[in-house]
């Protein structure tokens, strides 16, 4: 399974540096891939961990103030980027065309996205899951998927403790497996180490994306020793 860990904007520098140093403790098969703050890319020193961030400029080197361009994120080795978070289209207003051209700076510096696709509460009440998911994914088509990573993550459940059935997961993500079958997909939203045994009864699930769990790491190592 291919585990992302995304801190958000959680830990300074002195907690990053401690955090780092106890999770040479954890002890797994799984691939797990670390996105800390970009504050803390340059300290990363965890060998069996690949390293991604939280997001990239849509816009390529050059004038833009207080960006961070892909080309200068592959130079520091991060090889992974998450885009399109639930957070960030809400409070940076992301809509498909930045996501797009986030995905292409990627593609071109041969890093991989974890693009997050997932519908609100009350898109989720109206019946409207699958063509939200369809309009998140319309994007792809311009891409070679195979290199991708796609993250189911419902937006009611993300840090809420609630999470949908496994039939509900299974339903988007035989969607996005049709469609897009060289992707990797992933499930995020309050996955922990208690509802792992359920989740682990999706067909489609070939990895997490973990945020609150990833930051307390006697539950994460439970987490991993079951899924
Ligand atoms: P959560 O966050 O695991 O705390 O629900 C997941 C995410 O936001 O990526």
């Known amino acids: 399974m291919k585990i992302v860990l995304n801190h958000k904007c959680y830990l300074t520098k002195s907690e990053f540096l401690k955090y780092q140093e106890e999770f040479l403790n ?18 990363f020193a965890l060998p069996e961990v690949s390293l991604g961030v939280q997001d990239v400029s849509a816009s390529e080197i050059g004038s833009h103030t207080g960006e961070i361009a892909a080309s200068q994120l592959r130079e520091m080795n991060v090889e992974y980027a998450i885009i399109g978070h639930s957070e960030r289209r809400k409070e940076n207003h992301e809509d498909e065309e930045i996501i797009n051209k986030k ?4 593609i071109l510096q041969e890093m991989t996205p974890i693009l997050c696709v997932g519908e609100t509460k009350e898109e989720k009440e109206h019946g409207k899951t699958l063509e939200v998911i369809k309009e998140q994914l319309s994007i792809l088509k311009k891409h070679n998927t195979k290199k991708i990573i796609i993250a189911y993550e419902p937006v009611w459940a993300i840090g809420t403790g609630s999470i949908p059935t496994t039939e509900e997961i299974d339903a988007v993500l035989e969607y996005i ?6 992707a990797t997909l992933l499930y995020g939203g309050s996955a922990n180490e208690t ?3 359920t989740l682990k009864n999706s067909k489609y699930i070939e990895g997490y994306l973990l945020g609150g769990l990833s930051l307390k790491q006697e539950k994460l190592q439970i987490f991993l020793n079951l899924c």
């Open 26 to 43: 954890i002890k797994t098969s799984h691939e797990l891939i670390m996105c800390p703050s970009n504050l803390f890319v340059a300290l």
């Open 103 to 106: 995905i292409e700076n990627l």
């Open 177 to 182: 497996k049709t469609h897009f079958p060289g």
């Open 195 to 197: 509802n792992v045994t």
